[in-house]
T-cell receptor
């Protein structure tokens, strides 16, 4: 069966520090991968999606970047965190439009 | 991306059916209709999706209007665990692998014991 792993579950980082969040998928190959962010009390915002290794599409210009070094690995990064980067970060995968999306358990990031 | 319109909130009684409406008047012929729900402090959970025909699974039923401009998620017998924010979303991108879903504000469903 397919599973998705995200870590860490919670993270507190100072302003200006770097960030690396990792997401891995098991049990499938060539998935579409997605990063979403949910600010406190707000809806989910699509940040990046990837249809293959090294292929990244950015939805919203911001202080973050994404990379996909392996087929089932998706990384969200920042060189210098801002207070506004705080939020609940969710990774998701899908095999296409005709299939549901599976979300990870999320990382709650607090920038202080 | 085609938009969806949902009521901000709804209330229902436990053990009664719940009908959650969604309007998507600008839906294109290749857009799939997806429903997800999100419990507090958790990631969204897939509920159901469909293209033209009504769909049933163990969690819910999806009724799609003949013109596809609206749909209804049906929870047949609500429980307290069904209290969540329910999102109706259109998945764009055709059959290519570039599909993506954009979340709106959803409907906050409350269940009365």
């Amino acid at each position: 069966s397919q599973t998705i792993h995200q870590w860490p579950a919670t993270l507190v980082q100072p302003v200006g520090s770097p960030l690396s969040l990792e997401c891995t998928v098991e049990g499938t190959s060539n998935p579409n991968l997605y990063w979403y962010r949910q600010a406190a009390g707000r809806g989910l915002q699509l940040l990046f999606y990837s249809v293959g290794i090294g292929q990244i599409s950015s939805e919203v210009p911001q202080n973050l970047s994404a990379s996909r070094p392996q087929d089932r690995q998706f990384i969200l990064s920042s060189k210098k965190l801002l207070l506004s980067d705080s939020g609940f970060y969710l990774c998701a995968w899908s095999t296409g439009q005709n299939y549901g999306y599976t979300f990870g358990s999320g990382t709650r990031l607090t920038v202080v | 991306d085609a938009k969806t319109t949902q009521p901000n909130s709804m209330e229902s009684n436990e053990e009664e059916p719940v009908h959650l409406p969604c309007n998507h008047s600008t839906i294109s012929g290749t857009d799939y209709i997806h429903w997800y729900r999100q419990l507090p402090s958790q990631g969204p959970e897939y509920v159901i999706h469909g293209l033209t025909s009504n769909v049933n699974n163990r969690m819910a039923s999806l009724a799609i209007a003949e013109d596809r401009k609206s749909s209804t998620l049906i929870l047949h017998r609500a429980t307290l665990r069904d209290a969540a924010v329910y999102y109706c979303i259109l998945s764009s991108g055709g059959y290519s692998s570039a599909s993506k879903i954009i979340f709106g504000s959803g409907t906050r469903l409350s269940i009365r014991p």
